[in-house]
């Protein structure tokens, strides 16, 4: 009923960019909090960063000052920018979203994407 699309992950150097982007589509009734985890080998699944659907951010420590996350409404999508990244970013990043259906209006849900890899080495 739900689907979430991610893209943009890669292969970049220390001290580099990239933007990820998450899409969700389906038979969406209502997006509440979206945001990005991130799963690196051997460690548990963290969260990189949320959003709520009036635009209150939350981040990681690890991540805070090189990270920003964003979202459009109108579009149902999340985006990822990550700035400086280093080697300790490499990892594969989920999109997560709480979502309820049309056919469910009022109960809430976890969604999640993929994942798609990001890593940072010279």
């Known amino acids: 009923q739900v689907q979430l699309v991610e893209s943009g992950g890669g292969l970049v150097q220390p001290g580099g960019s990239l933007r990820l982007s998450c899409a969700a589509s389906g038979s969406i009734f209502s997006l509440n909090i979206m945001g990005w985890y991130r799963q690196a080998p051997g460690k548990e699944r963290e969260l990189v960063a949320d959003i709520t659907s009036g635009g209150s951010r939350n981040y990681a420590d690890s991540v805070k000052g090189r990270f920003t996350i964003s979202r459009d409404n109108a579009q149902n999508t999340v985006y990822l920018q990550m700035n400086s990244l280093k080697p300790e970013d490499t990892a594969v990043y989920y999109c997560?979203?709480?979502?309820?259906?049309?056919?469910?209006?009022?109960?809430?849900?976890?969604?999640w994407g993929q994942g798609t890899q990001v890593t940072v080495s010279s």
């Open positions: 997560n979203a709480r979502i309820s259906v049309i056919s469910d209006p009022f109960r809430f849900s976890n969604y």
